[in-house]
């Protein structure tokens, strides 16, 4: 009896072992399959934009979610999009630049820790595109809930703020951040402006582009530039991607004349 209990002891804890290790693979593969679906979303760009110019055929947005919109207008040098509202989680970047590269990748962890489980639901949220970067207009820090990630400039106080669009599923229903830099706001509709870049993105350049996408709209017969309209960058891409390839858009503000 006592060969026997040794024997059925023995087989008890094959058979849990064997249990564990099918319950760890069968979790290997679940993370394998859900790598792989993340992994195509950007190994196979979304065609969601038509491209107007080579450089715009060149490139490559990942397969991700992003703000609805639908073009009004196309002109040579930009296009007037109605965008939908949207929410974002949005927080102010350390420094006097925008676009510094400490900056960025410290704004971009933060909120990301927001978007993967720091909430206090420790809800794991889908990343979408783009990641937004603006110039405050004023008020817009009273503003308490209410794509692409949005970097922003608070007005006189010489900061920026990066947003990250949230999946729309959400609606006002956000877990709250845990981070007090981390906030989430709503972005009401409007009607924006667009211009389209490729490269690397850097304030001087940004503040070229928007030099000349606002002497493009003084030319424009159905839509000004808003008072108080602010700059507004969108980018699409992951750090890795060509600068060639990458999908920069800077936006203002519009309305019909």
Excluded: H
């Amino acid at each position: 009896m006592a060969a026997g209990a040794r024997t059925s002891g023995a087989e008890a804890r094959a058979s849990l072992v064997l249990a564990l290790a099918s319950q760890a693979l069968a979790a290997s593969q679940r993370r394998a399959a859900d790598l792989a679906v993340e992994a195509a979303k950007y190994a196979f760009p979304s065609r969601r934009f038509e491209p107007r110019t080579l450089e715009e055929a060149l490139m490559s947005v990942p397969d991700l979610e992003t703000v609805p919109f639908r073009v009004l207008k196309r002109e040579a040098e930009y296009e007037i999009r109605e965008v939908e509202s949207y929410f974002v989680a949005e927080t102010t970047m350390p420094g006097r630049s925008g676009f510094d590269f400490n900056g960025s990748s410290q704004s971009f962890n933060v909120l990301a820790s927001y978007l993967f489980g720091k909430n206090t639901t420790s809800e794991q949220m889908e990343m979408t595109t783009p990641v937004l970067t603006r110039k405050g207009e004023p008020g817009s820090e009273t503003m308490d809930m209410t794509t692409p990630v949005i970097t922003k400039k608070s007005a006189g106080e010489n900061k920026w703020k990066m947003s990250f669009v949230m999946p729309a599923k959400y609606g006002s229903n956000l877990p709250r951040p845990k981070d007090p830099s981390v906030s989430i706001k709503e972005v009401p509709g409007k009607i924006v402006a667009v211009a389209v870049f490729s490269g690397l993105v850097a304030d001087d350049d940004i503040s070229q582009r928007e030099s000349k996408l606002r002497e493009s709209l003084q030319r424009d017969t159905e839509f000004r530039v808003k008072d108080n309209s602010v700059v507004e960058v969108a980018q699409y891409n992951p750090p890795f991607t060509l600068p060639f390839t990458r999908r920069n858009e800077i936006a203002l503000e519009v309305e019909k004349k």
